[in-house]
């Protein structure tokens, strides 16, 4: 096959006024150190001057005021303020697995009144405000105790959890040689189990995505300075990132989950490596030309600078339609993960091509291969194959990812960020089966149903009652509580199945719903409220943000691709081939862990995360090679040879990126949460097929069958942006 002559070196954005880039990159080259200075001086502060980021696994601190379970907490606070959910729950059982005597019940009451009391002496303890011992159950196999905490300690807190750790200590000490065994539930003790098991997760996902990083850079370049060139200036950029992000989250009044630091660390490393790396293939492109250091840099940033800044915009875009979400949990994500990423574009843009600036040819040391221009003979071949034969490719790419989107069809929604992450044999998990014996499984986590507007007699609140009782899938209800006016009266709800299952959410949001309404007596106001009514409201503001998040990010997307493709026929055919690729990731996904591992469901808000992440970066690699297609159809290439050059040319850019960034998501799956090895694996599978299915087949097969009309109403005729004039001969360096 007959192929045109290679266009000239480092144009991915031939159609782009590099002046702009041009003048930037002489600016860094010619003050080198004052750059390097702003940003270290940057840091300082921020590391000096920001709080911390707020965060949170209570699920009703993401939703807004006016869903009805946020509604009905705001009665309970009002109106019952002395009543309490339980922070954790001790359960209480046999050791033989035998039913509890009476005096067995005696000494539960007995235990609960001893860390009451020491309480009061130990330190450790001061946060068990009071234990309630319940009755046993019905079939006697298991006895209760309420724990609660102090007013200001939140269940999701480091301090719950440490009074979590106390309590478990002080039981073990009460219950020993007695025959019983005593183990906590409820949402204090998950949140211990979950920092257990997580342990340092932070650390370990920075190691990891730090030791892929060095081994994937040392492969590629050989040389250990360029290798942790991007750890030393990533380092600098993610603490300005971290303070900007937690000032931020703070003054909007916003809360992330406990999972925003992990993927903060992933993001500003992995996607910040990518952008140095396109930018440090294109300066080694530029040295091969023979252009000296300095110029290469000017060379190279103009050349490359508005294909990292648009792959940059298209993921700030992304990140930044989260805000249209109803809950505050992607609200504060989205200028979270936004700021990551301009901080690192603009430290990728400014930073590096400062330090290796002063570097020179030694950003390369030891190795001598910059200097030699590779032969890229495994993408040289794959061009050429695909060029021959792009519908073949295209249809076969497509067709098994058409096969894996099936799957995502059978995704099932999980509520649980605590116990949904914990492993089977954390405390808290084992603690509620063992409730599950002789209680109805909701009886960690009542259900609350609230009547207000008028007072109630006695037999109006029966009648009312009893209507509860007989609504299918409600275990128990409690007798009505009454508030201090007489005007608001409280029933406590116990749903046969556990508070974040599909079937409670389905009893909550169908005929309990239903039947409250229904049998509200005559003026009065009636709201469901408790964490499964949380829950529900959460998958009713899921549902829809995906109706609205979805639609708006793709056309923010699409207006950066038409403007920097100058075209409006590619950005259909890239979004569709991106929306294919997150099909497949979500079906994988569910096959994987839903069918393959039993999981209940997958975690709730894993769709939305799916869709920022695998469409906002996975379009970074169709932009690559786009622009490179779009340069080789300028230079007059006809769009099968324009192929076989953009998948030679760029495909090991492509390549090297994509491995970075997706082994980089993947480090998550070590972090030992069940949550994030369900987000790491599902982000680094569909930033693969991004990478290596969708950029190297799929989007160039496609384009060379469409022919020219891919880039109407643009024209390939205009001829390629000149080269930077070079850099005063006083500024150079090698």
Do not use: C
């Amino acid at each position: 096959m007959k192929f045109t002559k290679r266009p000239r070196e480092g144009t991915e954005t031939a159609s782009a006024d590099p002046r702009v880039f041009a003048a930037l990159g002489r600016m860094v080259v010619g003050h080198p150190w004052r750059v390097i200075a702003v940003w270290v001086v940057a840091a300082v502060a921020v590391i000096a001057l920001s709080p911390g980021l707020p965060t949170s696994n209570d699920e009703s601190d993401f939703l807004p005021g006016h869903y009805e379970s946020v509604r009905a907490g705001k009665v309970r606070d009002a109106a019952f303020p002395d009543t309490f959910a339980p922070a954790a729950v001790v359960v209480v059982s046999r050791a033989d697995g035998r039913p509890l005597s009476a005096a067995d019940s005696a000494r539960v009451a007995g235990v609960a009144k001893s860390v009451q009391d020491a309480h009061l002496k130990d330190a450790h303890l001061k946060n068990v405000a009071e234990l309630v011992p319940g009755p046993p159950a019905p079939n006697r196999l298991v006895q209760t105790i309420a724990v609660r905490m102090p007013p200001g300690v939140g269940t999701d807190t480091p301090e719950a959890a440490d009074a979590a750790q106390a309590l478990r200590g002080e039981l073990r000490r009460l219950t020993a040689g007695t025959g019983l065994r005593a183990r906590t539930t409820g949402a204090a003790s998950a949140a211990l189990d979950d920092r257990e098991s997580s342990g340092d997760a932070d650390l370990l996902v920075m190691i990891a995505t730090l030791v892929l990083i060095l081994v994937l850079l040392l492969v590629i370049f050989r040389s250990p300075v360029t290798a942790l060139l991007p750890i030393v200036v990533l380092a600098v950029l993610s603490q300005v990132a971290n303070g900007l992000i937690a000032a931020t989250v703070r003054a909007l009044g916003l809360r992330a989950d406990s999972s925003a630091s992990q993927l903060l660390i992933v993001v500003l490393f992995g996607v910040g490596t990518d952008y140095i790396l396109f930018l440090m293939f294109r300066y080694r492109e530029r040295l091969r030309a023979g252009d000296d250091p300095k110029t290469a840099m000017v060379g190279a940033l103009a050349r490359v600078g508005e294909a990292i800044t648009s792959a940059a915009g298209v993921v700030i875009i992304a990140f930044l339609a989260m805000t249209l979400s109803t809950l505050s949990l992607f609200r504060s994500w989205g200028p979270s993960l936004a700021i990551a990423v301009t901080v690192t574009l603009l430290g990728g843009l400014t930073l590096v091509p400062a330090v290796v600036s002063l570097l020179g040819t030694r950003v390369f040391w030891p190795s001598k291969a910059w200097r030699r221009e590779p032969e890229a003979a495994r993408f040289a071949r794959v061009g050429a194959s695909l060029a021959r034969r792009p519908a073949l490719y295209a249809a076969v790419a497509g067709g098994v990812l058409a096969v894996l989107a099936v799957g995502s069809f059978g995704f099932r929604p999980d509520f649980d960020l605590a116990a949904g992450a914990l492993p089977s044999s954390a405390e808290s998990r084992v603690a509620l089966e063992d409730l599950q014996r002789g209680l109805p499984a909701g009886s960690t986590d009542p259900t609350h149903v609230y009547l207000t507007g008028r007072k109630l007699d006695r037999a109006e609140l029966g009648r009312f009652g009893e209507r509860l009782k007989a609504v299918e899938g409600v275990g128990e209800v409690a007798p009505p509580q009454v508030g201090p006016d007489g005007r608001t009266a409280g029933f406590s709800v116990v749903l046969a199945s556990a508070p974040e299952s599909a079937r409670a959410l389905d009893t909550v949001r169908g005929p309990l719903r239903r039947t409250v309404r229904q049998a509200a007596p005559a003026g009065t106001d009636a709201l469901v409220g408790g964490s499964t009514a949380v829950y529900v409201d959460i998958r009713a503001a899921m549902n829809r943000d995906y109706s609205v998040v979805f639609p708006a990010a793709a056309a923010l997307i699409f207006l950066v691709l038409a403007l920097l493709l100058r075209s409006l026929v590619a950005p259909w055919y890239l979004l569709a081939s991106v929306g294919l690729g997150f099909g497949a990731t979500l079906g994988a996904t569910a096959l994987l862990f839903q069918q393959a591992g039993g999981k209940p469901g997958l975690l709730f808000h894993l769709p939305l995360i799916m869709y920022m992440f695998v469409v906002a970066l996975g379009t970074d690699y169709n932009i690559l090679i786009m622009a490179r297609l779009r340069e080789e159809a300028r230079e007059g290439a006809a769009p099968r040879p324009a192929l076989a050059a953009a998948i030679r040319h760029t495909g090991p850019t492509i390549g090297a990126a994509g491995l970075i960034l997706a082994g980089s998501f993947a480090a998550l799956m070590l972090a030992g949460n069940q949550v994030l090895v369900e987000v790491g694996f599902a982000i680094s599978f569909g930033i693969a097929v991004a990478a290596f299915v969708m950029a190297l087949f799929v989007t160039p097969g496609l384009t060379a069958l469409i022919g020219h009309r891919a880039w109407w109403p643009g024209h390939g005729a205009a001829p390629p942006a000149a080269d930077p004039a070079p850099v005063p001969a006083g500024r150079r360096t090698s």
